[in-house]
């Protein structure tokens, strides 16, 4: 082998290993979207379930009529919108997973056992198929977190929407 071929090798190695961790990096980063996402829909679903037990007791032992009432119901609907939808961001789970050692250690083996050519780099190759594997699993897990937080997000509007409902509840019984 000559001496400029090897530099080339080396050269495709080393920005091979920096696009490796740049993806490890990005990876981590969309792990704790995912984390922090999962945390805030568990949150709205405990604020929520809160309310709805608080507007189940107004229910019972309260006078609704008129617009309190209406209010009243559309805030419960509301509640229970917010929770499934919450919910519902939870749900979203199923994403490709990252390229940890039994994935790397199935290709290095087929790898190893396929290189006939004596100018391929065998670990090259196992860079190129473990690049492929992030690139994937990164956007799966990008589109996964992107649907977590369109769900969370009506979570929270609805949510929001129930407190101005709920305020404008507690503000007509202050001036009844």
Known sequence: MSNHFIEGINIHRVFKERVLITYREEHKELAEIWR???????????????????????????????????????????????????????????????????VNDWAAVNILRDVEA???DPLCLLYDNEITTWRDCIADTTIANQRKSQFLKISQILFAITLFMITIMTLSFTTT
Not at 70 to 94: A, G, H, K, N, Q
């Open 36 to 102: 922090s996402l999962d945390t805030k829909a568990q949150g709205t679903i405990t604020m929520s379930g809160a309310f709805i037990a608080l507007a189940f007791g107004f229910l019972r032992d309260s006078n609704f009529h008129g617009i309190q009432l209406l209010l009243l119901i559309f805030s419960l609907v509301f509640l229970i919108l917010s929770v499934l939808f919450s919910v519902i961001s939870l749900l979203v789970r199923s994403v490709i997973s990252p390229p940890y050692g039994s």
């Open 118 to 120: 004596e100018e391929t």
